[in-house]
């Protein structure tokens, strides 16, 4: 009876062909080009990730460019409207205060119009001639026909909060012609002349302080006893001519 050892002959081929890829990987030329093979592949993948990358940032870099150039029209466009605005409200506040220097310019001559107004109103037969202002004075002229009268409105205009100060009072006499009474004819056929009244004419100079035009209170009262408590009046100087 024959017997044949199958499990020793597959063993010894399988040997024999490790052997074989043994002594071919053995040899120097073969170890060279089997390095050779690894080093390119690794080179490769070094290569193809460096070049992915690359231009996965290049990409990320322009999207962010483009996000920073949109940014960039979005806030040129917000200057362009803060400058709009800008002008704007500067040509606002040039016109307020125009506006304001307009009204502090006509603050004084309608607060002196104002205060002769009242002042004028508050004494009976007071006329005021003509008003004339001075460099910082002012100049009043009338007439009356009672000196007292003439006073009482240089005292008046002393209570005007500082608007007029250092008055003067100078005050001429003189008669003129009632040309409201009735004439009588004279005998003989001649016409008489209208019986003449005396009248006292007036300059008052005084200084005129423009800055206390707005703060003036015109309807302060026209004679000394109306004054607060203890406060003196100051007194009116009065030339006589």
Known sequence: ?????????????????????????????????????????LLAAVVGW?????????????????????????LEVVMNEQKDL?????????????????????????????????????????????VEQTGEGLVFKGNSPDESQVTQFGRSLEFSNGLFSNLNIETVRAEIQNQNAPVKASTGGATAEAPKVQIVNFTIKCAYTPSKAAGADNRNPTTASAQAPNQAAQPVQVAKK
């Open 1 to 41: 009876m024959i017997k044949i050892n199958l499990l020793n002959s597959v063993t010894e081929r399988q040997g024999g062909a490790v052997d074989t890829v043994d002594r071919k990987i053995s040899g120097g030329g073969s170890r060279m080009l089997l390095m050779s093979v690894v080093v390119a592949v």
């Open 50 to 74: 460096d070049v992915i990358s690359s231009q996965m940032a290049k990409t990320d870099a322009e999207r962010r460019l483009d996000e920073q150039k949109t940014i960039a029209a979005e």
């Open 86 to 130: 800008e002008g704007k409200i500067a040509s606002i506040d040039a016109r307020i205060e125009a506006i304001k220097k307009l009204r502090s310019s006509q603050a004084g001559p309608s607060a002196v119009l104002e205060a002769m107004r009242e002042r004028v109103a508050m004494v009976p037969g007071l006329y005021l001639e003509s």
